[in-house]
Every structure is written in C-alpha cells, then in structure tokens.
C-alpha cells in the first residue's frame, strides 16, 4: 500500500524521531533500554511517550519482570498501527523534500 507523504510535528522532534528510528523494525522494546539508547533520562522519556501515547502512536504495558524477585515490572513500549503508518507518512515526506 503506497504511503502519502505528511509531515508530522508530532514525530520530527529529534528525541521523537529517533525513538521511531528505535521502535519501527521491532515489536516493542524495554522503555530502560530505549532511555539508555536515546540517552535521555527515564523522566524525559516517560513525559515524550506519554504525549505519544495520547496521540495514539504509542502503546505501553507493564508486566513483572521474569529477572527480578520484588513487585516491579518492567515498562514495554510499541508503536500502534496509527503510529506505525504516521511515521512511514513523516519518511515519506522527507524523502519528498530531498528530491
């Protein structure tokens, strides 16, 4: 299916756009792992997907942790179909602005 090109204030912020650059070719990823890849801290980037999140963009869930003893889970993130294809529109309309 052939993506229209549109640009996305939402998604074009740096910490944003590499976020997707993390989140488009998996399924989800640990938000730990993601904040130590932006190098932002965990507030930083729980603020930047609660945003995303309340676009519909993002997807969290929490689940216990299989390596740790004690009550706390562990944070997933995702993107969501609407995410997904609005982010292939943000690449499609910077790909249209270099050519």
Known sequence: MP???????????????????????????????????????????????????ALGYLDISKQASPKRSDARRTTTVKLTPHGRHAFDEHLAALRAMTE
Do not use: C, Q, W
């Open 3 to 53: 993506v229209e090109p549109r640009f996305d204030e939402a998604i074009h912020a740096p910490t944003r756009l590499r976020l997707y650059a993390i989140l488009r070719p998996l399924d989800g990823a640990e938000f730990s792992m993601i904040a130590g890849m932006l190098e932002v801290s965990e507030a930083n980037l729980s603020k930047t997907v609660r945003n995303l999140v």
